[in-house]
């Protein structure tokens, strides 16, 4: 059971998806859209990849920001994911290490 903070006021739609909103609109990178919905880990990470090679804003390398992208997308926005799709996003995480040789 959670508790709320006495005089905390928010209405139940402007609190939640805040994850969603991060996967479309991040100040690091810019997403391919359906990135996460494609069916091979590899078409998967080559989008990712493209997307952190290409950013101009992200604060780190594109390797760790391509992997953090995806890692929080599994951790966060795909609480719901079934076992095939986790398993598929994360090979996805094996060929990202892959294409920047981090294996």
Same mark, same amino acid.
């Given at each position: 059971?959670?508790?709320?903070?006495? @005089?905390?006021?928010? /209405?139940?739609?402007?609190? %939640?998806?805040?994850?969603? $909103? !991060?996967?479309?609109? =991040? +100040? &690091?990178?810019?997403?391919? +859209? @359906? !990135?996460?919905?494609? /069916?091979?880990?590899?078409?998967?990470?080559?989008?990712?990849? %493209? =997307?952190? #090679? %290409? =950013?101009?804003?992200?604060? =780190?390398? &594109?390797? $760790?920001?391509?992997?953090?992208?995806? +890692?929080?997308?599994? +951790?966060? &926005?795909?609480? @719901?994911?079934?076992? #095939?799709?986790?398993?598929?996003?994360?090979?996805?995480? &094996?060929?990202? $290490?892959?294409?920047? @040789?981090?294996?």
């Amino acid at each position: 059971m959670t508790r709320r903070r006495k @005089g905390t006021k928010r /209405s139940k739609r402007s609190g %939640r998806r805040w994850s969603a $909103r !991060v996967t479309r609109k =991040s +100040n &690091a990178l810019t997403l391919e +859209n @359906g !990135v996460f919905t494609k /069916s091979s880990p590899r078409k998967i990470a080559l989008s990712l990849k %493209r =997307s952190a #090679d %290409r =950013s101009r804003r992200r604060k =780190s390398n &594109a390797y $760790r920001s391509a992997m953090s992208m995806l +890692n929080f997308f599994i +951790n966060r &926005a795909g609480r @719901g994911l079934s076992r #095939d799709r986790r398993r598929t996003l994360e090979k996805a995480k &094996a060929e990202l $290490r892959a294409l920047y @040789g981090k294996a």
